[in-house]
């Protein structure tokens, strides 16, 4: 078998031709020029980030300190394992899509976000794409929205209570000079047959301004103020009707 050669004798190597000629002009160019090709570098770089690195594979001719130094040399041209991966760690974490799905959301204003609705929503905003940043972004304005919500109800039941509070201490029967006089039947009652739970609603709800409640427990109060007990002398009272211990000895229409 003839073995290939690099450079052609002068003259031609057996066989000429096309084929010679090509050789004597290869052999004329000079290899070394002192100039770099640029797009030749940077096509071979390409060419070998593209190409599969395989693991360095022992050779059975050599010892195994020459294996170990052979592989570490060529384990320098190992693509770096998860190299986007740490791109995207150099980033900022508010520009990057968790990858857990866990977005670390911080509001200003010392508003609290809503743990329960960021949970159910974090599948959703990773699924689209969102930042950290622009999921916090969305959470700002769904924290004002809410906020704008909440200040408006209680705008509007601040309003209603203290509708209540006027049309009772207007009450033609319960307010004005007999104010002090039902507020003590209405608490009397509530001490004696209430408990915690409702003595706390009617303050946190608000629900001891309505003055439907506030009038049935001045009347309910009041009935039990004119309720004395009978003395020694006399023979005991029969026990009040239940109209009579509602509204006292009178109807519900003269006494209000």
């Not at 916090?136 to 601040?158: F, N, P, W």
């Not at 039990?224 to 109209?243: G, M, Q, Y």
């Amino acid at each position: 078998m003839m073995n290939s050669v690099a450079f052609a004798p002068e003259g031609g190597a057996e066989g000429g031709g096309d084929n010679a000629a090509a050789s004597t002009e290869s052999a004329d160019a000079p290899l070394l020029t002192g100039v770099v090709d640029d797009q030749s570098a940077k096509e071979g770089e390409g060419s070998a980030a593209a190409s599969e690195w395989k693991e360095y594979e022992a050779d059975s001719s050599k010892s195994d300190e020459e294996n170990a130094a052979a592989k570490a040399e060529h384990d320098k041209a190992k693509p770096k394992e998860g190299d986007d991966k740490s791109k995207q760690e150099t980033k900022d974490p508010a520009d990057v899509v968790p990858e857990d799905g866990k977005y670390d959301i911080k509001l200003e204003d010392g508003i609290e976000l809503d743990q329960a609705l960021l949970e159910r929503a974090s599948p959703v905003m990773k699924e689209i794409g969102l930042t950290n940043a622009q999921a916090t972004k969305l959470a700002g304005v769904l924290a004002e929205q809410r906020k704008i919500e909440y200040d408006a109800l209680s705008e509007r039941h601040q309003k209603i209570t203290t509708d209540w509070q006027t049309e009772i201490k207007t009450d033609k029967d319960f307010g004005g000079d007999n104010l002090t006089t039902s507020l003590n039947n209405a608490n009397r009652v509530i001490a004696t047959f209430g408990d915690d739970a409702l003595r706390r609603d009617l303050v946190e709800i608000g629900i001891g301004n309505h003055p439907g409640i506030f009038r049935l427990l001045a009347r309910v109060g009041n009935a039990l103020s004119d309720d004395k007990p009978a003395s020694s002398e006399t023979a005991a009272a029969p026990p009040p009707s239940p109209e009579q211990a509602m509204y006292g000895a009178t109807t519900p229409t003269t006494r209000g």
